[in-house]
């Protein structure tokens, strides 16, 4: 089992939807959650990032984070053409963690 | 751009062979940290390096070798190639050596073992 799960989707909407993606995870130490995004043949572009639990808004992105029951999610409002992507959550320790532990990422297509 | 630059962007090798891939960090970054991403692995963490010195290491073969050097461009080293080693290879950085706040990634080098 893998330390974080991600449906790897694809995922298609509409235009203007409202996007939920999702991540579990099994190792309860995980403090700082981040989301990033990756086009095709580009590198990953960090979104957000938030420590322990609770809501992060940026935009029309929204992080959430559920320790209790392990789970991730980001929220994408009035969803864009431009947000055609896989999007990839990811995860560290506390006390100074130096590895990122990713999900193997969501693919996203918002349809016109 | 991200800032963080990574050379080639694309290679094309033999099995056997040794290839040497190239990351320069953000400026101001100290630590280099080095990713492969496969379809069916995702993005796996294979070593860091803050300001020279080797700080982790994650799922990195034996084959496989890094370094930071005093300019703290980094060079990530692998011989014996085999078909598997077919992959996306990532450099990121960031100012400190950890990684909590996430960091700043390159755009990869695409290597085909052939």
């Known amino acids: 089992q893998k330390e974080v799960e991600q449906d790897p989707g694809p995922l298609s909407v509409p235009e203007g939807a409202i996007v939920s993606l999702n991540c579990t995870y099994s190792n309860s130490a995980f403090q700082y959650f981040m989301w990033y995004r990756q086009y095709s043949r580009k590198g990953p572009e960090l979104l957000m990032y938030?420590?322990?639990?609770g809501n992060k808004e940026d935009g029309r992105f929204t992080a959430q984070v559920d320790k209790s029951s392990k789970y991730i999610s980001l929220f994408i409002r009035d969803s864009q053409p431009s947000d055609s992507a896989t999007y990839l959550c990811a995860m560290s320790l506390t006390g100074g963690g130096n590895k990122l532990t990713f999900g193997t990422g969501t693919q996203l297509k918002v349809e016109l | 751009d991200s800032g963080v630059t990574q050379t080639p962007k694309h290679l094309i090798t033999a099995t056997g062979q040794r290839v040497t891939l190239r990351c320069s960090p953000r400026?101001?970054?100290?630590?280099v940290y080095w990713y492969q991403q496969s379809l069916d692995q995702g993005l796996q963490f294979l070593i860091q390096y803050y300001n020279g010195e080797e700080r982790a290491k994650g799922n990195i073969l034996e084959r496989f070798s890094a370094q930071q050097f005093p300019d703290l461009h980094s060079e990530l080293n692998l011989s014996s190639l085999e078909l598997g080693d077919s992959a996306l290879y990532f450099c990121?950085?960031?100012?400190?050596?950890?990684?909590?706040?996430?960091?700043?990634f390159g755009s990869g080098t695409r290597l085909t073992v052939v």
């Open positions: 990121a950085s960031s100012v400190r050596g950890q990684g909590n706040y996430g960091y700043t």
């Open positions: 938030t420590y322990s639990s």
């Open positions: 400026s101001g970054d100290l630590s």
